[in-house]
């Protein structure tokens, strides 16, 4: 059990180091990063419950186990009755310690992912909020027209242009394209 419950606290570390290492608050606005990591203590404290749960079958397993062992040293004045329903107990715990895990994993896997999804998209929308701010110039590119050429009309270079616009090849720029360009 300590090494799935490792486990699990390493996968909440993860999280928590992810939005550190992208600053302070992860690049997001102050009220999506206190949502965050509200969300993350709920993942912690649904692993501590489930790892309680866990503990305590863990727990009757032991108990179960030490009861079997005590009737099968029993001898003759044990009944098989007796011994076969200690078995079948101890059985129906194991079986219920490996659903406990199965849910465990389950959740805070699915937990974690919402989390990492719901990051990414307040991430995305932070991004796209922060390129809206900045100062420039809508451009529609005409027929004849290159990226450099624009560029040099705007007093800009290349470079920012394809930046501002998530633009990786300067030769794919089309008619009828709108661009943003970025101020000097």
């Given at each position: 059990m300590r090494r799935f419950l490792v486990l699990a606290a390493v996968l909440c570390a993860a999280v928590v180091c992810a939005q550190q290492g992208a600053g302070a608050n992860g690049g997001l606005a102050?009220?999506?990063?206190?949502?965050?990591?509200?969300?993350?203590?709920?993942?912690?404290?649904?692993?501590?419950?489930?790892?309680?749960?866990?503990?305590?079958?863990e727990?009757?397993?032991?108990?179960?186990?030490?009861?079997?062992?005590?009737?099968?040293?029993?001898?003759?004045?044990?009944?098989?009755?007796?011994?076969?329903?200690?078995?079948?107990?101890?059985?129906?715990?194991?079986?219920?310690?490996?659903?406990?895990?199965?849910?465990?994993v389950e959740d805070i896997t699915k937990r974690l992912t919402d989390l990492?999804?719901?990051?990414?998209?307040?991430?995305?929308?932070a991004a796209k909020e922060a390129a809206a701010q900045k100062s420039g110039y809508n451009h529609v590119v005409e027929a004849g027209q290159?990226?450099?050429?624009?560029a040099q009309a705007y007093k800009v270079s290349v470079k920012s242009?394809?930046?501002?616009n998530n633009?990786?090849?300067?030769?794919?720029?089309?008619?009828g394209q709108k661009l943003f360009i970025p101020d000097p």
């Open positions: 102050p009220a999506a990063f206190a949502q965050q990591a509200q969300a993350l203590r709920e993942v912690q404290r649904s692993l501590a419950a489930l790892s309680a749960r866990l503990e305590a079958i727990q009757q397993q032991g108990v179960l186990a030490s009861r079997l062992g005590a009737l099968e040293r029993g001898g003759d004045t044990v009944s098989q009755a007796e011994l076969a329903a200690v078995r079948s107990d101890l059985a129906a715990v194991r079986e219920a310690q490996g659903r406990l895990r199965g849910e465990i990492a999804k719901k990051r990414e998209a307040e991430a995305k929308q290159t990226l450099s050429a624009i242009i394809m930046q501002a633009i990786k090849d300067p030769t794919k720029v089309r008619v």
